[in-house]
């Protein structure tokens, strides 16, 4: 036996065990728990393991899980997208200015909700748009091209509500019938965030949607001389962030009952840290939505813990930024030879 064949049968051979333990999702999870229990231990009372905590956890995750899923999604093709965070603030207002205009034109509670989800969603959909013309149709990088489109999104949202006036005055059943709404321990939002997420890990181990998507991300050259239409396929990944992104505005809605216009500043930073140290690679090719699912749920305890037990919030934005060089730093040392 060839010494190929000896190590291909030794990975075949591996117990469930050994695989799960060599996954960087198991891993992250262990520390989202040991985190878990440290704060419980630190925090008064051991409020961090209350339920109403717990549920306060889950809705704050709900929408970094969102924008990170979409991030995933398009790190798994090899490009960046700097623009979430403005994107949900854009969105959420463009909803919250659509519900407050059917509240004043009398329509019903269902329809002005509708109305609101529709206008997040398709204004998501347009920031995603405008950057996959920019990235895969222009040509501009990813980095670059996301950046200068959150500036504009940041800029128009502001302009939209009187230089950064929060909207409020849309129905309240908004907050309590979904919003706030719980099944059980869990919140409404988180569970259809949730079935996000099965859904697109079913899509990239079970899809040719999938499959194109990592073959983008590991060799651009190399899909598109096998046919793939790189191109249009990077655009549809640019609008499903979007569309991502603009759900995320309409929960952030549901959730405060008003825009938070200053709420997103670090919505980027820390998706990218979630994406990233979940497993899914900087420089495509590589997509873990297991471990996205569980780099939120650690930046989410890192920076509710870190609030329960007092640490100023500059102190805070050291920590995500330390959690997110020490990702990029495992990635780098873990990530084998690029493919060109």
Known sequence: ??????????????????????????????????????FTVL??????????????????????LLLALGLAMLLGAGKFDLSLGANLVLSSVLGALAMVWAVGAGFGVGATIALGLAACLLGGMAVGVVNGILVAHVGINSLIATLGVLGVGTGVALVLTGNGQDVTGFPVELQSGFGLKTFGPFPAPFLV???IA?????????????????????????????????????????VLGGALAGFAGF??????????????SNDALQAVAAVVIGGTALEGGRVSIIGTIWGVALAVILQNGLVIIGVASSYQLMAVGAVL???????????GPRKT
């Open 1 to 38: 036996m060839s010494a190929s064949a000896a190590i291909d049968t030794r990975a075949r051979t591996k117990t469930p065990l050994q695989r799960l333990m060599a996954s960087r999702a198991t891993w992250i999870f262990l520390l989202d728990v040991v985190l878990v229990i440290l």
């Open 43 to 64: 925090s008064r009372d051991g409020v961090f393991l209350s339920t109403l905590n717990l549920k306060s956890l889950l809705l704050s995750g709900t929408q970094g």
């Open 193 to 195: 965030a949730l079935v």
């Open 198 to 238: 099965v859904i697109l890990w079913v899509v990239i181990r079970s899809t040719a949607y999938g499959r194109h998507t990592l073959a983008i991300g590991s060799s651009p050259l190399a899909a598109q001389r096998v046919g793939l239409q790189v191109n249009r396929h990077v655009f549809s990944l640019f």
């Open 251 to 264: 929960v952030d809605l549901a959730h405060y009952q008003s825009t938070v216009l200053s709420g997103h």
């Open 325 to 335: 060089i020490l990702a990029v730093g495992l990635d780098r040392l873990t990530a």
